[in-house]
């Protein structure tokens, strides 16, 4: 029996290809042939701007979902985080793949001292930067956008003293061995999605072949913490230009655990609450009407006054 060609699209950076391969792998195992079609995205472009400047909607996943609107793709891989809270009409999350660590570190080539007030932090992300205000006001941080070795050479060079990353990405591209610090996840808590691959694919697709695709590549538990905090993400109206943040997780018990929450650009509010439910729709939704009812909605609209102008 001939095996199905399935045209992955996929971001060219050397942590994209390696999601990529990773569920080319799995369709592969699944009976499928994997074939991969790079391209670069408006975020790989435009390499002197910080993400929130850019705006927050697509800016990773816009050109994969025109090509896989025109059929040039059959699926669209993804870092799950970089996926929108809305997808637009007719685009469609198929499968998440199992996930990593969420946790967020630093990665250095010296040692790292949280409490030296001469501390220079790299990253582009505005919940990082947030959280670094509200928990460690004395560290200074700097915007540093690429891909993880063009921020490894800027750190290299001694702009920064260390990058403020995701483990996920640090492990795969065989950096462990530069980890100076693990984030408390209970204070730190990472982003929507962090640490898993998503697969996106448009209603285009047989339905019979997308069946089989998600058989292939779906982790369930993993896709039920993704709805949980998916759902918590979309309420929230946060992109990544707002400091939004959720983690959930599967208690012995079958119950979820969701902790969420958003904080102020400059770490002064944070806001933060935990849910416990069995619906992911529903735990994720109540989680964020409880932080928007706290103080969480002013938050949100001061942000967005802020960045709008």
Known sequence: MERPVIKIGTRKSKLAMWQANYVADLLDAGGFQPKLVPIETKGDKIQNVALSKIGSKGVFTEELESMLRRGQIDIAVHSAKDLQSKLPEGFSVLSFCERESPDDVIISDKEIDLNDPKLILGTSSTRRIAMLKHYYPHITTVDVRG??????????????????LAYAGVRRM????????????????????????A?????????????????ATNHPLTEKML?????????????????????????????????????????????????HGSDPEELGTSL???ILQSGGKKVLNDIKSIISK
């Open 227 to 275: 709805l949980t905090e998916r759902a918590f993400l979309r309420r929230m109206d946060g992109g990544c230009s707002i400091p939004v943040f959720g983690h959930a997780e599967m208690e012995q018990d079958g119950q979820i655990t969701l902790k969420g929450g958003i904080a102020s650009l400059d770490g002064k509010e944070l806001i933060q609450r935990t849910m």
């Open 288 to 290: 964020a009407d409880e």
């Open 199 to 215: 697969i996106e694919i448009h209603d285009n697709m047989d339905s019979e072949v997308a069946s089989r695709i998600k058989m």
């Open 147 to 164: 891909n993880l070795q063009t921020r490894l050479e800027k750190m290299k060079s001694g702009i920064m003293d260390g990058l403020v």
């Open 174 to 197: 065989n950096y462990d061995d530069m980890v100076k610090y693990w984030f408390d996840t209970d204070r730190f808590i990472p982003p929507v999605g962090q640490g898993s691959v």
